[in-house]
């Protein structure tokens, strides 16, 4: 498997995202959870949709209530913007195209004509032995978005747009909980506007 390589932009300093990594919240997770898990709700949510509504679903859905966490390929990280810029990388993620694969029928989708190329990055060719998933983009934005969480392990350095400059993330030290409960109260203020 080839290493993979993308890009979140995002406001949470370094400290906060070594020790959380990037995880579903709020509405996203509860609408996971209430589904009985990522499986079962991309097929209640992808259920009847072709590549183009996906393709829409994933750039025009950006929302804290859509249980998602978005990445990209480039360090435009799809048109998210944010005080960090973070890359992410993963040893073991298969890319299983979903033009005729068995895991379109899976999720219950549908195929029409001329749409655009999408994918699953997985880390078990069996999408229900997952526990990475993620649906990808291979048109403009190339746009990669995780239902799954993202794990500090994978996230390799960050680069601080206001130093102009990278930094790996093995030179960050995790933030205390002191920190963590800040943040939660600063996100849950970003949630209400």
Not at 86 to 112: D, H, K
Request: hydrophobic share 40%; charged share 20%.
């Amino acid at each position: 498997m080839p290493r993979i390589i993308i890009f979140r932009g995002d406001t949470r300093d370094p400290g906060i995202i070594k020790r959380d990594g990037f995880a579903l919240h709020g509405e996203g997770a509860a609408a996971v959870q209430g589904a009985g898990g990522v499986l079962p709700y991309l097929q209640r949510t992808l259920k009847g949709k072709n590549g183009y509504d996906i393709q829409r679903w994933v750039i025009e859905g950006r929302n804290w209530g859509r249980p998602t966490i978005s990445t990209a390929f480039d360090q435009g990280c799809g048109g998210y913007d944010g005080d960090y810029i973070y890359q992410i990388e993963f040893a073991n993620l298969y890319e299983v195209p979903l033009r005729g694969s068995s895991i379109r029928n899976t999720l219950g989708m549908t195929e029409t004509r001329g749409e655009p190329a999408l994918f699953m990055l997985m880390d078990n060719m069996m999408l229900a032995a997952s526990r990475t998933i993620a649906i990808g983009l291979n048109v403009g934005t190339k746009e990669v978005a995780f239902f799954t969480k993202i794990p500090p392990a994978n996230i390799t350095r960050y680069f601080h747009k206001s130093k102009g400059s990278w930094t790996l993330m093995s030179q960050v030290q995790a933030a205390s909980a002191v920190n963590w409960k800040m943040n939660r109260a600063r996100m849950a203020m970003f949630e209400r506007k």
